[in-house]
Structures are given as C-alpha cells and as structure tokens.
Nanobody, 124 residues
Framework: EVQLVESGGGLVQAGGSLRLSCAVS????????IGWFRQAPGKEREGLSC???????YYADSLEGRFTISSDNAKNTVYLQMNSLKPEDTAVYYC??????????????????WGQGTQVTVSS
C-alpha cells in the first residue's frame, strides 16, 4: 500500500520559513514524479513543485523562487523548503506521487496517491 505522510506545517509569521517533509512508503516504481500542492479555503488545489526520479525539478512561476524542493532517497522523503512566507501562502499542503516521469507535473489530476495534508498558517 502506498502511503505519503506530510509533516512540518505550523504557524509562522510573515517573512519566516518552514520546511515540509513528505515520507513515502510502499511505492516500488523506479521512475516516479512527486509533487507538492496546496489548497486554501474556497480555492482550487494548486500545483507548486515537483521532483522526478531523474532528479529534475519544476516550479510554478507564482512561487517567485521562494520555495525549493529536494529529496533524500535514503529516507524516501521529499522536502519543500519555504522561505519568505506570506499570509497568502496559508493553506493545507499536500504531497502526491505517480509512477512515471512527467514533464508537465503540476496538474493534480495526474497523481493517484496523496498524503493527508499539513496545515501551514502565515500570520501578518
């Protein structure tokens, strides 16, 4: 059974930083894409970034270079370092994975496996 567990969310002041973690288990494909998404109340789920088994990464333009995705393959964990946080970054953050390497990786419909989400709240 594929499981993804996010952690690292919390309350932070504007301008602060958080690092989210996504621990993946039960996923046995050699080629994969892992994405980070967020969803604010009343808004659609938004793709933020992805990392592929090839090591390449992709970011949404809207992030303006504030977020960085990375992975520790030994720990089967993907991270999202978030800097210069703004109140509008407040949302539930999710990680997701799919077998295969996809260039277009920010569409949430691509991913069959999802974590439960972690809340990030940025105060002004």
């Amino acid at each position: 059974e594929v499981q993804l567990v996010e952690s690292g969310g919390g309350l932070v002041q504007a301008g602060g930083s958080l690092r989210l973690s996504c621990a993946v288990s039960g996923f046995t494909f050699d080629d994969y894409t892992i994405g980070w998404f967020r969803q604010a109340p009343g808004k659609e789920r938004e793709g933020l970034s992805c990392i592929r088994s090839s090591g390449t990464r992709y970011y949404a333009d809207s992030l303006e270079g504030r977020f960085t995705i990375s992975s520790d393959n030994a720990k089967n964990t993907v991270y999202l370092q978030m800097n210069s946080l703004k109140p509008e970054d407040t949302a539930v953050y999710y990680c997701a994975t799919v077998a295969g390497v996809y260039m277009r990786c920010l569409g949430y419909g691509l991913y069959p496996y999802w974590g439960q989400g972690t809340q990030v709240t940025v105060s002004s």
